[in-house]
C-alpha cells in the first residue's frame, strides 16, 4: 500500500507571493490533516478535511487555506507569504472515522521564503 | 485548553544504554488519547503506540516501552538497550475525542534523542 505523498518536496518563494502545496493520501484514507513544522513553535495544527469538507481548524491567519477533492488529495495554500511561513508543511491521512484514528504523515513540503 | 509539555529538548547517550523521554500533558477532558511518533531525519513522522485515557497498563514492545500514569498525567517512553538506529526526534502528541470525529493532534516540542556508537 503506498504512503502519504507529498509534491513538491522542496520548494523556494519570495515574500508577498503565493504557494499551493499537495497531498494525496492512502487510498481508502478520506481524512487529510496539514501541520505545520517550525524550529519555534513546534508542530502545529492547520486543518483537517474529510469527505471534501472542513472539519477542523487550528489557529492560523486566513492567508492558509486548504481544500480536499473528491478523490480525497488535498490542496493547501498560502498567500502574501511572510518569511515567517517558512516551514516543513507535513500532510497525514487516516480512515477518518474516529477522531482518534492513528495518522499517517507523509514526508513533507520544506517551504522557504526569501 | 490542550498542552503536551517535553521537558528534554535533547538527550545524548551511549548506544546501549537505557533512556527515558518525558511527555507530560494537559486537558480538561476525560476521555482522551496519547501517541508517541518518531521522526528521523527523513523528516516523515512514525507513529509508534497509541493509549487512551481508561487503559493505563504498561505496554511493551520490543525494546520499547510506555508508562502512562493518569494521576500525574504523564505518558512516558522508554528505549532499553539504545542503538544508533532509535537516534531521532521523538514527539508525544495528545488528541481529544469528537463525537464528529474530528482530527487534531496537539504535539510537544519533541526530544531530539541522539545515541553515539
Known amino acids: 500500500k503506498a504512503g502519504v505523498t507529498q509534491t513538491p518536496r522542496y520548494l523556494i518563494k519570495t515574500r508577498g507571493q503565493q504557494v499551493t502545496l499537495s497531498c494525496s493520501p492512502i487510498s481508502g484514507h478520506r481524512s487529510v490533516s496539514w501541520y505545520q513544522q517550525t524550529p519555534g513553535q513546534g508542530l502545529q495544527f492547520l486543518f483537517e478535511y474529510f469527505s471534501e469538507t472542513q472539519r477542523n481548524k487550528g489557529n492560523f491567519p486566513g492567508r492558509f487555506s486548504g481544500r480536499q477533492f473528491s478523490n480525497s488529495r488535498s490542496e493547501m495554500n498560502v498567500s502574501t507569504l511572510e518569511l515567517g511561513d517558512s516551514a516543513l508543511y507535513l500532510c497525514?491521512?487516516?480512515?477518518?472515522?474516529?477522531?482518534?484514528?492513528?495518522?499517517?504523515f507523509g514526508p513533507g513540503t520544506r517551504l522557504t521564503v526569501l | 485548553a490542550q498542552k503536551v509539555t517535553q521537558a528534554q529538548t535533547e538527550i545524548s547517550v551511549v548506544e546501549k544504554e537505557d533512556v527515558t523521554l518525558d511527555c507530560v500533558y494537559e486537558?480538561?477532558?476525560?476521555?482522551?488519547?496519547l501517541f508517541w511518533y518518531k521522526q528521523p531525519p527523513s523528516g516523515e513522522l512514525v507513529f509508534l503506540i497509541r493509549?487512551?485515557?481508561?487503559?493505563?497498563q504498561n505496554e511493551i514492545s520490543g525494546r520499547y516501552s510506555w508508562n502512562f500514569q493518569k494521576s500525574t498525567s504523564s505518558f512516558n517512553f522508554t528505549i532499553t538497550a539504545s542503538q544508533v538506529v532509535d537516534s531521532a526526534v521523538y514527539f508525544c502528541?495528545?488528541?481529544?475525542?469528537?463525537?464528529?470525529?474530528?482530527?487534531?493532534?496537539?504535539f510537544g516540542q519533541g526530544t531530539r534523542l541522539t545515541i553515539n556508537p
Open positions: 502528541a495528545l488528541s481529544e475525542v469528537s463525537l464528529q470525529g474530528a482530527q487534531k493532534l496537539v
Open positions: 493509549r487512551n485515557s481508561f487503559d493505563e
Open positions: 497525514a491521512s487516516s480512515s477518518g472515522q474516529l477522531s482518534y484514528n492513528e495518522q499517517f
Open positions: 486537558t480538561r477532558d476525560t476521555t482522551y488519547y
